[in-house]
């Protein structure tokens, strides 16, 4: 059993930043992906940037030069730095994990959610 727990969402002003934090528990034998979605309401989840190994990271268009992902491997965990925010970026934000756990194949595991708000 895997279990991914986000933090450090919260209500910001337009402009502001916010650190997302997202670790991952449990049975892990290796993680190959880790990344971050948001899904906004009435609208599709969408992805916001993955890191794949240490250092191989992209982002959506949206957020190019405002989003920053990194990881720590010795944690299990992933951090997204959004800074700049807007409106638009309100959205529930979703960690996800492409992983292999002990006795099962490659999955995506999933967070909770951790809820954005920008608003003045």
């Known amino acids: 059993q895997v279990q991914l727990v986000e933090s450090g969402g919260g209500l910001v002003q337009p402009g502001g930043s916010l650190g997302l934090s997202c670790t991952a528990s449990g049975n892990i034998f290796r993680i190959y992906a880790m990344s971050w979605y948001r899904q906004a309401p009435g609208k599709q989840r969408e992805l916001v940037a993955r890191i794949t190994g240490d250092i191989m990271t992209n982002y959506a268009d949206s957020v190019k030069g405002r989003f920053a992902i990194s990881r720590d491997n010795a944690k299990n965990t992933v951090y997204l730095q959004v800074n700049g925010l807007k409106p638009e970026d309100t959205a529930v934000y979703y960690c996800?994990?492409?992983?292999?756990?002990?006795?099962?194949?490659?999955?995506?595991?999933w967070g909770q959610g951790t809820q954005v708000t920008v608003s003045s």
């Open positions: 996800s994990a492409y992983l292999y756990a002990l006795g099962s194949p490659l999955y995506d595991a």
